[in-house]
């Protein structure tokens, strides 16, 4: 019987030692896994960071379009000029809303033409779309982040689009004579 209980003890030391082997292996894939997951997250930090940096430049390039658009305007004599800042809106596609009135279509041509040209000198960069050229009442340049209206006098109070966005933050710039 003797022999038969060391028999028995000898199978459960190997049967412990097997456990205890595979037990030791498990923790080092946990550990490995825990390792990759620090590395991932390290990863995942430093990649918001530029991100948020990029985010930064981008806003920095809209305002900076804003500020272009605007002084294309006021060196065309263009009237009423409204800058609406949507940063910080939750869900807005877009930075600025810049709105100007023309004295005729001819002006409001002459305005976007100035514009157009202005920003593709600073920034090098071309309307991704243009509205209402065909008759100049309103004219769109869309720059994605930044939209400019040009209106004629009787369309920009019709539309009125000061009135949709009156929560916004909006700044008025005196008409340069």
Not at 12 to 37: G, P, R
Not at 58 to 68: C, G, M, R, V
Request: proline share 2%.
């Amino acid at each position: 019987m003797r022999n038969k209980e060391k028999f028995v003890n000898l199978q459960l030391d190997c049967k412990i030692v097997s456990l205890t082997d595979k037990l030791v292996l498990n923790i080092s894939k946990l550990v490995l896994m825990i390792k990759k997951l620090i590395s991932d997250t390290k990863k995942f930090l430093r990649l918001k960071k530029q991100l948020n940096k990029t985010m930064e430049k981008d806003k920095t390039a809209s305002t900076l379009l804003s500020k272009i658009a605007i002084k294309a305007i006021q060196d065309k004599l263009g009237k009423d000029i409204t800058l609406i800042d949507f940063n910080g809106v939750k869900g807005s596609l877009f930075d600025y809303y810049v709105i100007c009135t023309a004295n005729s279509p001819s002006h409001a041509d002459s305005l976007a033409e100035e514009i157009r040209k202005m920003i593709k000198q600073e920034m090098n960069i071309k309307p991704h779309k243009e509205e209402g050229l065909q008759n100049c009442q309103w004219v769109l340049l869309d720059y994605f982040d930044v939209i400019i209206h040009i209106f004629l006098p009787d369309t920009r109070e019709f539309y009125n689009i000061e009135s949709m966005w009156k929560d916004v933050k909006q700044t008025h710039y005196p008409n340069v004579n």
